[in-house]
């Protein structure tokens, strides 16, 4: 599985940089899938483009991220309160099932995970990532716009606890 962030890129260098790695599915994991600066990457717009280039493309609101952290969440790893909020996410049903979609599909055909943000560690990418390799076993490449790909290495506050369910909160 690979993540990229669309960031200001356009319609030509995604497609030359999605190709350019093999991929052949896109799935949106961004919860407000538009962008009022770069048109190319609306919902509506890579609806038509994508498949046009022989890419799939799909929106996961399942997978979006904003997530509001509870009052006594267990992800004292994370000081980012966005991180903390999306890491409990990861164990709500919603999660579990949109994720279970995403690494069948994953599975099926080489697919890459999008969101708006280029760097992958300062975005949601990074907790999907971790649940990937640390509960599925499923490597993932982070795939950056000078096309290099990063193998994701867990972050370091990541456990997986006795019922399959990441936390974060090692130190």
Request: one cysteine or more.
């Amino acid at each position: 599985m690979f993540t990229f962030g669309h960031s200001t890129a356009t319609r030509a260098q995604l497609t030359a940089l999605l190709h350019g790695a093999g991929v052949e599915a896109v799935v949106d994991i961004r919860t407000a899938p538009g962008s009022r600066h770069v048109p190319d990457v609306g919902r509506d717009a890579l609806s038509e483009w994508m498949p046009a280039e022989e890419i799939t493309y799909r929106w996961e609101k399942r997978l979006g991220g904003f997530r509001r952290a509870a009052p006594d969440s267990p992800d004292t790893f994370w000081r980012n309160a966005s991180f903390r909020g999306y890491a409990g996410y990861t164990r709500r049903p919603e999660f579990l099932a949109a994720m279970d979609e995403l690494l069948r599909q994953a599975a099926a055909a080489r697919t890459a995970i999008m969101c708006s943000e280029a760097l992958w560690w300062r975005c949601h990418r990074r907790i999907i990532a971790d649940y990937a390799v640390l509960v599925h076993h499923v490597p993932v490449l982070h795939l950056g716009h000078d096309g290099r790909l990063t193998r994701h290495e867990p972050t370091a506050g990541a456990r997986l606890r006795d019922d399959g369910l990441l936390v974060y909160d090692l130190t």
